[in-house]
């Protein structure tokens, strides 16, 4: 009798479902909304989500500041695109989190309060025109890195969000590349521009990819859950290789003095990143911390009778039928 009691205990029946899940990530099974699932594990996707399409509609802001200022009909038209596209990420992963039971309101307002993060990188400005080129070439380039490997992340929604965000971000980066060849292939003043804008947004975006795998609290129970399928330093390491022969093919000097090849490993080793400054503007500390949660917070205000007219119309459409 005190066997089946125990073996019917609430204990190990949860270890069973865990077991069972556990089982369903191992074999690459997709994790849909209606399934069962930790609640620790709908926390943390719901967390890397959210803070995935904040950073999405926050990384606009610096670049919504320079469409009257392209150079040119065509980049703006181009650049026009991409910050359109960033909004429709936003979206797409606003409502691949919402299948989690959490809604929207909730989502922001954590961002507002604080108690929800964005990207770092968006948090430096944008100083000139070769900015704009070194975000999509750096920035959208590392986000593409990180991000094809989240097409096959176990929670279904966000993975099949990521498919068709991939392929816009591999614009955006050709995009920003574009901008600074072009640059380098110019005059001495648009080379000097160019390399300043690689100088200051190189190590941020290194910084991307988070802490090295050894201090950071979510990589492995992720990577176990396989919400993460690579580790931070494999990640960024692949975002090195591949960007340092982008630089030098264009002439673009790398602002590492301690930057070297191995011939071991066949990789770049880097010199040491600033996690200092890395963790200060994670804090709030950083150049335009204040200026883009401000200017979001008055754009989600000012568009309140937008989403009001919205779920009246939708309402009264519900009504009708």
């Known amino acids: 009798m005190s066997s089946t009691i125990e073996q019917n205990s609430p204990t190990t029946v949860m270890q069973e479902r865990l077991d069972q899940f556990q089982a369903r990530i191992d074999a690459d099974e997709k994790i849909e909304p209606k399934d069962w699932m930790p609640?620790?594990?709908?926390?943390?996707?719901l967390r890397q989500m959210s803070q995935h399409a904040h950073s999405e509609v926050i990384g606009m802001q610096p670049e919504g500041n320079w469409i009257l200022r392209a150079p040119c009909l065509r980049a703006k038209k181009i650049l026009l695109a991409k910050i359109?596209?960033?909004?429709?990420?936003?979206?797409?992963?606003?409502?691949?989190?919402?299948?989690?039971?959490?809604?929207?309101?909730?989502?922001?307002?954590?961002?507002?309060?604080?108690?929800?993060?964005?990207?770092?990188?968006?948090?430096?400005?944008?100083?000139?025109?070769?900015?704009?080129?070194?975000?999509?070439?750096?920035?959208?380039g590392a986000a593409i890195v990180n991000q094809v490997s989240l097409q096959r992340t176990s929670y279904g929604p966000y993975a099949r969000a990521m498919v068709r965000i991939c392929k816009e971000e591999s614009f955006h980066q050709r995009q920003g590349y574009e901008i600074m060849t072009t640059m380098m292939r110019g005059n001495s003043a648009q080379k000097e521009m160019a390399q300043d804008a690689m100088n200051r947004w190189w190590w941020p975006a290194l910084m991307m990819f988070g802490p090295h795998d050894k201090d950071s609290a979510h990589t492995q129970q992720s990577m176990?859950?396989?919400?993460?399928?690579?580790?931070?330093?494999?990640?960024?390491?692949?975002?090195?290789?591949?960007?340092?022969?982008?630089?030098?093919l264009i002439g673009l000097t790398i602002p590492d003095e301690q930057l070297k090849y191995n011939e071991d490993t066949k990789h770049w080793d880097i010199g040491p990143i600033n996690w200092d400054e890395f963790w200060q503007v994670v804090g709030g500390h950083g150049l335009c911390n204040e200026q883009r949660m401000k200017h979001h917070i008055r754009a989600h205000q000012d568009g309140q009778w937008v989403r009001e007219a919205a779920n009246a119309f939708a309402q009264k459409q519900i009504s009708f039928n």
């Open 84 to 140: 359109q596209d960033e909004g429709g990420h936003g979206l797409y992963l606003y409502s691949a989190a919402e299948t989690l039971g959490t809604g929207r309101e909730a989502l922001i307002e954590s961002l507002h309060n604080g108690k929800a993060k964005y990207s770092s990188i968006f948090n430096y400005p944008t100083l000139n025109w070769a900015d704009i080129g070194a975000i999509g070439w750096l920035v959208d």
């Open 224 to 248: 176990q859950w396989r919400i993460k399928r690579e580790s931070n330093d494999v990640l960024r390491q692949r975002f090195i290789d591949k960007t340092i022969d982008q630089a030098h």
């Open 39 to 45: 609640e620790e594990y709908r926390k943390t996707v």
